[in-house]
């Protein structure tokens, strides 16, 4: 694979409306060119026989398991509401209705 050149770059940052500083061209040349290297080092493994995988380690669901149980009494949410209309919280319309 041919190396990174700072007129790719710098192509590639006008593709993108990027403004960049010479210094950060060479910066990112160089970074960038890391990557790539470190992509092509990836690219050359021998990967024949091994399961791709999402995730290095087995994933468990740790979440709990949902089950039913005592919650807050209606009536008395409902009661500590600042306003409330049928058994519900009264809240002013989105559009057009001043708190």
């Given at each position: ?49 091994v399961v791709a995988t999402a ?45």
């Amino acid at each position: 694979m041919p190396s990174l050149r700072r007129e790719d770059v710098a192509h590639v940052a006008k593709l993108a409306r990027l403004t960049m500083s010479e210094s950060e061209l060479d910066k990112f040349t160089e970074q960038l060119g890391q990557v790539l290297d470190h992509a092509s080092d990836m690219n050359a493994l021998d990967l024949e026989g091994v399961v791709a995988t999402a995730h290095p380690f087995g994933l468990i669901n740790v979440v709990r398991e949902d089950e039913r149980r005592p919650s807050l009494d209606h009536d008395v949410v409902i009661a500590m509401a600042p306003d409330a209309e049928d058994g519900r919280f009264a809240v002013p319309r989105i559009l057009g209705e001043a708190p």
